[in-house]
């Protein structure tokens, strides 16, 4: 982290790669990250690539979006994989959550998938899982955070993303799609990751 050093003790905020373009995780990970990090998106660093996810884990996707930026455009990035894995559909979609439905396919469709294959199953149990990759100088660290929760039979909210309006938080009476963004931070997989770096970050370690 000499690089972060440097800059900490110039009094400037230190710049790092967030390797994702989705608004809605730049808008999560600012919040989070702010006054510890300036965090850059893939299209601030003219970052174009179709980076590949190819890994059979979601530790293994994050290492390589991370590893990405820094081998090829050379900065400190770091990268996050995250997992919806649900019980009755033996960890199913897991490290293919984004995809479930298709290489081409949007969130409504893989929400579409998945209370398909829960039909009439009672067992609606999931936690939702997130690995952060963080790739500094040549160090590579992770950070992890889980939820457990619930899989609705319908919608629920309009806010969020991804699988958000069909999965209930552990002893919550609304899903993250009816969450305000930082209640959602509070408890969230990504949240609790994210907050893993921040502390880490900032501990200058």
């Known amino acids: 982290m000499e690089n972060m050093q440097k800059q900490e003790q110039t009094g400037k905020i ?5 390797a994702t373009n989705n ?4 808008e999560e990970a600012r919040a989070i990250l702010k006054g510890c990090v300036d965090v850059l998106s893939l299209s601030d660093i003219n970052c174009h690539d179709d980076i590949p996810e190819t890994a059979p884990t979601i530790e293994g996707n994050a290492l390589i979006k ?5 081998e090829k455009y050379g900065f400190d990035s770091f990268a996050d994989d995250t997992g919806l894995f649900v019980e009755a559909l033996d960890g199913a ?9 298709g290489p081409h396919c949007s969130p409504a469709d893989n929400i579409a998938l998945l209370l398909e294959k829960l039909h009439g199953e009672d067992n609606r149990n999931a936690k939702f899982a997130t690995v952060v990759a963080l ?3 040549s160090k590579e660290f992770i950070f992890k955070g889980e939820v457990e929760g619930r899989i609705a039979h319908e919608y629920h909210g309009k806010a969020g993303f991804g699988y958000d309006p069909v999965f209930f938080p552990e002893n919550s009476s609304l899903s ?3 969450m305000a963004p930082d209640d959602k931070n509070a408890i969230s997989h990504r949240g609790r990751a994210m907050r893993k770096l921040s502390h880490f970050l900032s501990s200058g370690l």
């Open 66 to 70: 991370a590893r990405w930026v820094k």
């Open 23 to 26: 608004p809605h995780k730049l």
């Open 135 to 137: 790739v500094i100088g």
């Open 176 to 178: 993250f799609a009816e």
């Open 93 to 101: 979609p897991g490290v293919y959550s984004a995809r479930f439905a």
């Open 14 to 18: 230190p710049k790092i790669v967030f």
